[in-house]
């Protein structure tokens, strides 16, 4: 049976690592579930610990936790075990047993999962109501196939989509791709849990990356049916593909992204003083806006440049036209409207470290005021989670002895 008290917080049991899968669990903690990550034992003769990403970026605390693994992970659990060893395997059917779990999730490779024992019938053996998720490269077809995000990117037109006209292909900022796998299966879990609520069954879901990506192609491979030649919907810059105005101007002392959405914007961008001289019946539907997109866009830019960034949104916010400056990463934090959503963790040794605030905020993070403890050490909670299992001390030394545990 799963977790039925409905005071109490699911539990996730999560053998990740990467980002894909490890986003995915970080909305489960955002929703006040509480999410285990297992990890592998080190290695003979490596140094390395767990999760690559632990040693990514730069040392906040420790050797295990540098900057690029924190924020995926605040508010999980660890623990170390190894699962090439049968006695591992076990330790894990009974971590999911005795925490009663509602969700396991991985991201490690389908081909690799029976011989780990994460398989989904393996686990559905040791729990049959269990919800098991999959993030792979390529989905059960592909079981073999290793995925990150900037060769799905390379592999599913995302680079041919993205740059400057004449430039080379280029990758998203980012990781979309990672991010949206991860979206799909906290969706694709939530569904699997309504399903279980009726019919108190568990249920197998396998995420593909490729095709999480492919499926956002929405305004993109549909059109290639409908007359639109490749050329048409390729590298366009900063510039929209089938809108026009939209793209970044230069002004005075910056840039200001301007995107005019209909003929009836347009026709009121025209009608401010700044960008009067654009009246022209040329550029009176999009469609001749379209025609002379490069002129149009020359001529956008000849105005802007003669003002500040601040003139130029002045105007247009009067017309009542989407507008933007061109905020530096390091700016998007002190945004008004982001300010007051950060989520906030705290590192061992006492400094505050702002977090990317929840698409959309939930009761337990209101709760909690935002914040989140600081994301586990290298199986930390190994010891903690042993003994809330039922493993004896004198079992547990033994276990981390032999290799079993860390």
């Known amino acids: 049976m799963s977790n039925s008290d409905p005071k109490s917080p699911r539990v ?105 024992g994460i398989d989904y019938e393996t686990l559905r053996r040791a729990k049959d109501d269990l919800v098991w998720c999959c993030i792979s490269a390529m989905g059960e077809d592909h079981p073999a196939v290793p995925g990150y995000d900037p060769v799905t990117q390379a592999l599913c ?4 989509l993205t740059g400057d006209v004449d430039g080379p292909p280029l990758q998203c900022g980012p990781p979309l791709i990672d991010l949206k796998a991860g979206d799909e299966a906290f969706a694709q879990v939530l569904l699997a849990l309504m399903e279980h609520a009726e019919t108190g069954r568990g249920k197998q879901v396998v995420v593909s990356m490729a095709h999480a990506a492919v499926s956002w192609l929405q305004t993109f491979l549909p059109m290639l049916d409908m007359g639109s030649p490749p050329s048409e919907l390729k590298r366009s810059g900063n510039q929209h593909r089938q809108f026009i105005p939209v793209n970044a ?81 390091e700016g998007v934090m002190d945004l008004s409207f982001v300010q007051s959503s950060l989520l906030k963790t705290t590192t061992p040794d006492g400094r505050t470290v702002r977090l990317p605030p929840p698409a959309v905020s939930t009761p337990y993070l209101e709760a909690c005021g935002g914040e989140l403890p600081f994301a586990p050490g290298y199986g930390e909670h190994t010891e903690a989670l042993l003994e809330e299992i039922g493993v004896a001390g004198d079992e547990r030394q033994r276990l981390r002895e032999g290799g079993v545990v860390a």
């Open 249 to 329: 101007y230069a002004t005075r002392d910056g840039y200001v992204y301007v995107a005019v959405g209909s003929d009836a914007q347009w026709h009121r961008l025209v009608e401010q003083p700044m960008f009067a001289g654009l009246a022209d019946e040329r550029y009176a539907t999009n469609e001749g806006r379209r025609t002379h997109k490069d002129e149009l866009h020359a001529a956008i830019e000849a105005v802007t440049r003669e003002r500040t960034s601040d003139e130029a949104a002045a105007s247009l916010a009067a017309a009542g036209i989407p507008h933007a400056p061109i905020t530096p990463v």
């Open 12 to 116: 996730v049991v999560s053998v990740e690592q990467a980002l894909s899968m490890t986003y995915a669990t970080l909305r489960f903690v955002h929703l006040g579930w509480r999410v285990v990550r297992v990890e592998a034992t080190p290695r003979p003769g490596h140094t390395a610990q767990g999760d690559p990403n632990r040693s990514i970026g730069r040392p906040v605390a420790g050797r295990d936790r540098h900057s690029y693994f924190v924020a995926p992970n605040v508010g999980k659990e660890a623990i170390a075990l190894n699962l090439k060893e049968e006695e591992g395997r076990g330790l894990l059917r009974r971590l999911i047993r005795e925490l009663d779990a509602d969700v396991f999730c991985t991201n490690t490779l389908l081909a690799r999962q029976q011989g780990l």
């Open 157 to 160: 037109g995302y680079m041919d």
